[in-house]
């Protein structure tokens, strides 16, 4: 039996953090310099989405999908972050307290938008952090500009993106609203088919169950550890009282800031 071409490109795309199924192409990523954008509206009225991710576990570059955060359900990597800050603060080990920062949960934003020169792919999935997030929302609240989505007098963002100038560094990224409204396609009559193939956000990312996570976690922690290590290490880490504590932990975290 020949290689599966397709599987090998769903691996290649995991790999790249591109934890997107079949919708590897729906992505935006700016390129260095400016690009116009256009977000577009969404039958939710919601076009900032919010979605909480835990990074460096496992193989999962691109994060995995906070169960607690996003459901409300239990979530295994929460509870042994806080009960490693906590270790780490009585004990005053800084090493552990610099592992649970890296394990706290994340907030990332994702908007639909359509970027100016290539309206002829579709709507595409920009994802931003925080900073942009407060810039949008800042401007979407701003009675000034009215409705940034309505799709006959809406506005365009100017997206600056700048790459890290040195290793550790983040990129920057400002948005600047233009000032002249504009219709979402020159063809108007062509909108509501593009709004049609508004890509699916509930496909988006995989949502692993607190089993699978609690695998991911064991598995991470394990290493190349004996089973009954494993099983040493696992209940040191667990939660005291059945309990979690991330929330408390967090706060400690950025009160500490």
């Known amino acids: ?40 509206p969404t039958a939710d009225g919601d076009p900032l989405k919010e979605v909480s991710f835990h990074y460096n576990v496992g193989d999962h570059r691109g994060g995995i999908m906070c169960p607690k955060r996003n459901f409300g359900d239990n979530c295994p990597i929460c509870e042994f972050a806080s009960s490693l800050w906590r270790e780490g603060t009585q004990n005053n080990d800084e090493e552990s307290k610099k592992l649970a920062k890296s394990l706290f949960v994340r907030a990332r934003f994702f908007s639909p938008v359509v970027v100016r020169g290539r309206e002829s792919e579709g709507i595409k999935v920009y994802g931003y952090g925080k900073q942009a997030y407060e810039l949008l929302l800042g401007y979407i609240l701003d009675p000034e500009y009215g409705d940034v989505t309505d799709t006959s007098e809406g506005t365009d963002i100017t997206l600056t993106y700048t790459k890290p100038t040195k290793p550790g560094a983040y990129p920057q990224t400002n948005l ?6 504009s219709a979402l396609l020159e063809d108007e009559q062509a909108i509501p088919a593009l709004l049609d193939r508004m890509p699916d956000f509930d496909s988006l990312f995989e949502r692993l169950s607190s089993t699978q996570i609690d695998a991911i976690l064991d598995e991470q922690l394990a290493g190349d550890k004996t089973a009954e290590e494993r099983s040493t290490e696992t209940a040191k880490y667990g939660p005291a009282d059945g309990k979690s504590e991330v929330d408390r932990a967090f706060n400690e975290l950025m009160a500490g800031k």
């Open 176 to 181: 600047k609203m233009r000032r002249n409204t």
């Open 1 to 40: 039996m020949g290689i599966n071409m397709e599987l090998m490109k769903k691996k290649l795309a995991s790999l790249r953090g591109e934890n997107t199924r079949d919708n590897t192409s729906v992505w935006f990523r700016p390129d260095e310099g400016d690009t116009d954008i256009r977000i577009v």
